[in-house]
């Protein structure tokens, strides 16, 4: 296994019980992430997963066109799919070299599946309220990616502005911040 792999395997852990609480009826409530419902974001957190570990495989990867995966038995399937990305992510080889499909390190390709795997479940789990606590190492990691990647990524449009947040704020409230999420967002109702 490898650092990314083993990250990738924690976030995994603490993500699939987020996923299989969701209900139908939350299918339709509004997330952190203001332009995915629950049921968009489940089937975009889907889509990462898979073009990842085709990534990892130095695959072309296709995110043009977000599978709908809730006519499905998504919430078995979900861990399937997590396993083949952790699976994927433990050759050494998969962190060796430039990725041909997104064209960066693939130490940071890795990188940027986590990130994913960390924020969308903590967006889904207060979403539809429930607990949500991250890996500390995973977030450790990430707080360093995306110090190093957030102009880029705001031009990417894939972080916001950053979210200030209090000079003492725990590490995950200053990812959650420098992504360009609101920490303390809430569901309504």
Not at 3 to 10: A, D, F, G, N, Y
Not at 157 to 177: H, I, M, N, Q, Y
Request: proline share 8%.
């Amino acid at each position: 296994m490898t650092t990314i792999s083993k990250l990738l395997r924690e976030s995994a852990d603490v993500a699939l019980p987020v996923l299989q609480g969701i209900t139908d009826e939350q299918l339709s409530a509004a997330t952190p992430c203001v332009e995915f419902r629950v049921g968009d974001l489940v089937n975009h957190l889907f889509q990462v997963v898979v073009n990842f570990q085709g990534l990892a495989r130095r695959e072309a990867a296709d995110f043009s066109d977000t599978p709908d995966v809730l006519g499905t038995d998504w919430r078995a399937r979900f861990g399937a799919e997590t396993d083949q990305l952790i699976t994927a992510w433990s050759a050494e080889s998969a962190l060796e070299g430039i990725s041909p499909g997104m064209g960066l390190p693939q130490p940071t390709v890795g990188r940027m599946a986590l990130l994913d795997l960390t924020l969308h479940p903590w967006d889904l789990a207060v979403a539809t309220g429930q607990p949500y606590a991250p890996s500390p190492a995973a977030v450790e990691e990430l707080l360093v990616m995306v110090d190093e990647m957030g102009p880029m990524a705001r031009e990417w449009k894939v972080f916001g502005e950053p979210v200030p947040t209090a000079p003492d704020a725990d590490s995950f409230t200053r990812l959650l911040g420098k992504t360009g999420r609101e920490p303390g967002w809430q569901r309504a109702g």
